[in-house]
């Protein structure tokens, strides 16, 4: 049975180390959380992609410019027109939980401060082993989502978002 796409939860984050972090796009499904990494490669891409579309539709200059700058920020949103073994397949590092393998999933918020933004640290528990994640500031649309297919496997820590 093919897997239906519910929902993308873009800039999905795992730290690397000195600062550094790999960012993926979370498709959640009624089957799985799939891993779609975004590559600097596919950055450039999608800029080049909006700057010629913007040429052929005849904008100016900073039309394009600013096309080109959207372009990144909207990467996420094709995954809803993919199916799912085209997803894994774009790239080698892309990978697939499945949500009968996922045994819990805890969201907690991290307020910053004046040197740091407010993130969201989102910890999965699987078959495989402890993964943690993060993304920029907070989602209630993804809560929602993970709501909809971990049910009581999801703990979002009391007070956050208005929840709990």
């Known amino acids: ?40 490669q596919m950055v450039k891409d999608a800029a080049a992609e909006a700057q010629k579309s913007g040429k052929e539709s005849g904008k100016g200059f900073f039309a394009r410019w600013g096309d080109q700058i959207k372009s990144g920020f909207i990467l996420y949103k094709k995954y809803y027109n993919m199916p799912a073994e085209a997803i894994l397949d774009e790239n080698k590092d892309n990978f697939q939980l499945l949500i009968a393998n996922i045994s819990r999933v805890t969201i907690r918020k991290k307020t910053g401060d004046e040197n740091q933004a407010d993130t969201t640290e989102i910890k999965i528990e699987a078959v495989s082993g402890k993964q943690e994640y993060f993304i920029d500031g907070s989602s209630k649309e993804m809560i929602g989502l993970f709501e909809a297919v971990l049910g009581d496997r999801l703990d979002v820590k009391k007070g956050i978002f208005g929840l709990g």
Request: aromatic residues 16%; proline residues 2%; hydrophobic residues 40%.
């Open 1 to 40: 049975m093919e897997e239906k796409i519910l929902g993308v939860v873009p800039n999905f984050k795992k730290s690397k180390s000195w600062g550094r972090w790999d960012t993926y796009s979370l498709v959640v499904t009624d089957q799985s959380f799939i891993f779609a990494m975004m590559t600097s």
